[in-house]
C-alpha cells in the first residue's frame, strides 16, 4: 500500500507561484508512476502531471510550461512547482501514486489563485 499526503497549497495572486509537496509512504523508485490531477466542484479530475519511475514526464495541456513535476528520492517526496498561476488554476489538487497495478491518492490540496 502507499499513503499520499499533500502540502502546500494556499492563496496566492494570479502571476505568482506555489511549490506542492506529496510525501510518500514508500520509496518512489518502487512507484511505477507519480502525478498530481487536479479537480474542481462538479468537474472532472485533470490531469496535470505525471513522472514515471525511469524519469519521464508528462504534463497537461494547460499546465505547460508553466508547472514542473520533480522529486527527491531521498526524502520519498514528489513536488509540484507552479510558476505564472492563472485564476483558473484554482482546484484542489490530489497526488497520485500508481503502484502494483493499484491507484492511490491523497487528501489534497486547495489552490485559489486571485485575479
Known amino acids: 500500500q502507499v499513503q499520499l499526503v499533500e502540502s502546500g497549497g494556499g492563496l496566492v495572486q494570479a502571476g505568482g507561484s506555489l511549490r506542492l509537496s506529496c510525501a510518500v509512504s514508500?520509496?518512489?523508485?518502487?512507484?511505477?508512476?507519480m502525478g498530481w490531477y487536479r479537480q474542481a466542484p462538479g468537474k472532472q479530475r485533470e490531469l496535470v502531471a505525471t513522472l514515471t519511475a525511469s524519469g519521464i514526464t508528462n504534463y497537461g495541456d494547460s499546465v505547460k510550461g508553466r508547472f514542473t513535476i520533480s522529486r527527491d528520492a531521498a526524502q520519498n517526496t514528489v513536488y509540484l512547482q507552479m510558476n505564472n498561476l492563472k485564476p483558473e488554476d484554482t482546484n484542489v489538487y490530489y497526488c497520485n501514486a500508481l503502484f502494483a497495478w493499484e491507484m492511490y491518492w491523497g487528501p489534497g490540496t486547495q489552490v485559489t489563485v486571485s485575479s
Open positions: 514508500r520509496s518512489i523508485f518502487s512507484i511505477n508512476r
